[in-house]
């Protein structure tokens, strides 16, 4: 055991002393290319003289990244985490002026803007000379024991994974991918390792499965992390007992739809056991937060949950990385937003102000934090992670699903996806990969671009009210945007909906689904009310061109459907592919039956027109790739699976042994991925430590 120590004390010193000479080749290197930048006297010095100038700065330099890096780091949790990423750049160079400082005899030198960049290349540089150094150490070595030890157990024919033990899952969440986009993307070439996955005799199986009528991340990531999201009819909907307007990716909202679930279903999640929560809106439970929405709004968790920044930021050379990409990933949007003016392509939105920032957070700072965070989860041995990537949805909303920028996105996220499955294979115990969307997204141009006005004037036209001459936009629903917003600790509004008067409607949009509610009118609205307080409501709505149907409740009939032509079908009579739902495929009716049972269904539920050739629907909000309502992609995620596990169908067979059709439901998914968590045999326990 000593002489092990002493290898290993030896082997860490090789690396500190190899890392410390390319740095210094590196200085070496930028002083004689860098004008501003010196490692001589002002009277010149040898070259041993000038060597040991760099090699005292670049050790100098290392050790004030080693040291002061992560204290620095850690104080600045309390700063935003975008304000964090572009302070990198001054902390680097800062520390490196400091480091020229230490030379003796002030040999080292450099202008501001040049140590900056000084420091970054050679944070870059030694941050890639030590990872090659370990791989080629301990971690070549470990496989090379497992390879051989792997081909004994063959030989002897007990087979399984050499590293033995119960396997833990890694479940990936492509937010808003649908299931024809990653067939399409996988056999097109955009995305070699799913494409790898489906292809290999003893590799992935890949399912669609339907979402419940509001087809968006709250209601689906709910479900499926805490088994219910029953009465969330929507992104965001109106409750009249509080005057609270709950949104999804409200902080508040979301930890109270979270203990919601919790209540109703009297279980913490599905990573109560040893699990991990990165980047979503909810914590399924899990011990282990990064960048988790409902945290956010709980004193203590919330700094745990942004306690990811600090775990990815604290090594400089990542911090120097995502940096460099952000800003990258800004001018990109840029580029390809007046690209896309320019040659008036149409769908279009205005794509301005703060969204190339948004952008870049989502494609770049969530998603770099959130996949090293999932890999320092599988080097610690965690038995369940649940991680969800948003860069697609955000850049479909306002590109469209089926642009060139949303496939670009796919492919950056399919070398994410490539990282992870390399890990797994070094990881102290097996991994199993699950990959799975919560939603997909369906394309058109939105409400108020194809007729001139957005829902809410159309409402106040059938309602008698006055309405705006020119037509206003309809601020977009984004995950994003407030993740943004929490990580910029900008305060996230959680109040009520303005109301100028008492008789005003509230019309809330959920893509191309809109939610209208009387606050003056107690408990759910009923027809015949709003037929005589607004005669004309009803009618124009359900007669417009851009709208499907409505769902509204009837004193005489129950709930009942509307459609154009004076078309009234009973709820308790719908029936998939006829009258006023024959655009819309298998389980609409299901879906409508089951949210009118909601305690916080809004008054009148509008849905969009579907266009089944094309696919299109009209988004209430600004966005060109929608979600949120029935029709089309946005209906039919995806569920990817090593096939070692139980089809899921099987897994939610009932106990009179019927076997399903198809997977409906983000509560039938979450009962699958408890059934494969339960399926991994022996004690539940983390390999790791923290």
Request: charged share 20%; aromatic share 6%.
């Amino acid at each position: 055991m000593g002489d092990r120590r002493w290898r290993r004390a030896g082997s860490a010193l090789m690396r500190v002393i190899a890392v410390w000479a390319v740095s210094t080749l590196t200085m070496l290197a930028l002083a004689g290319v860098l004008p501003d930048f010196r490692l001589q006297s002002a009277d010149g010095d040898s070259i041993t003289k000038t060597a040991f100038t760099a090699a005292w700065g670049a050790g100098a330099f290392g050790l004030l990244s080693a040291l002061v890096w992560p204290v620095l780091v850690r104080a600045l949790l309390i700063v935003p985490a975008l304000v964090l990423g572009m302070l990198v750049f001054f902390l680097n160079g800062s520390l490196l002026l400091v480091a020229l400082r230490l030379i003796p005899d002030g040999r080292g030198a450099a202008a501001w803007e040049t140590a900056v960049a000084v420091a970054a290349v050679m944070s870059a540089v030694a941050s890639a000379t030590s990872t090659t150094l370990a791989v080629r150490d301990d971690n070549a070595y470990r496989r090379r024991l497992s390879r051989l030890a792997y081909r004994r157990r063959r030989r002897g024919g007990t087979g399984g994974d050499p590293r033995g033990g119960p396997p833990g899952t890694v479940f990936i969440q492509l937010d808003g991918v649908g299931h024809d986009t990653l067939v399409q993307a996988a056999a097109g070439g955009v995305m070699p390792t799913v494409a790898h996955w489906l292809a290999g005799p003893d590799g992935h199986r890949l399912t669609p499965w339907r979402t419940d009528w509001s087809s968006q991340t709250g209601a689906s990531q709910l479900g499926i992390l805490h088994g219910s999201n029953h009465d969330v009819p929507a992104f965001r909907w109106y409750e009249k007992e509080t005057g609270v307007v709950m949104v999804s990716s409200k902080p508040a909202s979301a930890l109270e739809l979270q203990r919601r679930a919790v209540a109703r279903t009297r279980d913490g999640g599905l990573l109560t056991l040893d699990g991990a929560s990165r980047g979503n809106l909810f914590s399924g439970g899990a011990g282990q937060l990064a960048l988790v929405l409902s945290m956010a709004a709980r004193l203590g968790k919330g700094g745990r949950s942004r306690a990811g920044y600090f775990a990815y930021f604290s090594d400089p050379a990542n911090a120097v990385r995502t940096a460099g990409s952000f800003v990258a990933e800004v001018c990109r949007e840029i580029a390809q937003s007046t690209r896309s003016r320019l040659r008036k392509e149409t769908p279009r939105i205005k794509r301005g102000g703060l969204y190339p920032f948004i952008r870049a957070f989502a494609t770049v700072v969530e998603r770099d934090v959130v996949v090293t965070a999932v890999i320092g989860d599988m080097f610690a041995g965690r038995t369940a992670v649940y991680a969800d990537l948003v860069a697609y949805d955000e850049v479909a909303h306002h590109s469209g699903p089926r642009s060139r920028d949303a496939e670009k996105v796919l492919a950056r996220l399919d070398r994410a996806l490539a990282l992870i499955a390399e890990v797994a294979e070094q990881a102290p115990r097996p991994y199993r990969i699950v990959l799975l969307s919560d939603h997909g997204q369906s394309p058109g141009e939105t409400f108020a671009g194809a007729y001139g006005l957005t829902l809410k004037e159309l409402v106040r036209a059938g309602s008698g009210l006055p309405v705006p001459r020119r037509a206003q936009r309809t601020r977009s629903a984004s995950e994003a945007r407030d993740a943004v917003r929490i990580a910029l600790h900008r305060p996230v509004a959680e109040g009520r909906e303005h109301v100028v008067k008492p008789s005003d409607p509230i019309v809330l949009a959920s893509g191309n689904l809109g939610l209208i509610s009387f606050p003056d009118i107690e408990g759910r609205a009923s027809l015949e009310q709003l037929e005589r307080r607004h005669p004309a409501l009803l009618s124009t709505l359900a007669n417009h061109p851009g709208i499907g149907f409505l769902l509204v409740r009837s004193e005489r009939y129950g709930s009942v459907v509307l459609a154009r032509d004076g078309v009234r079908v009973p709820v308790a009579d719908l029936a998939d592919g006829r009258g006023p739902l024959t655009a819309y495929g298998p389980g609409a009716a299901d879906a409508i039956r089951r949210t009118d049972t909601f305690p916080h269904v809004a008054d009148v539920m509008v849905n969009s027109m579907y266009d089944p050739v094309t696919g299109t629907v009209h988004a209430f909000e600004e966005q060109i790739g929608s979600h949120g309502g029935l029709g089309g992609d946005q209906s039919r995620p995806f569920l990817l699976w090593p096939r070692s596990l139980t089809d899921p169908l099987d897994a939610v067979t009932g106990e009179d042994g019927e076997r399903p059709d198809e997977l409906v439901g983000a509560e039938a998914v979450h009962r699958v991925l408890r059934r494969w968590l339960q399926e991994a045999s022996g004690p539940q326990v983390p390999v790791g430590n923290d």
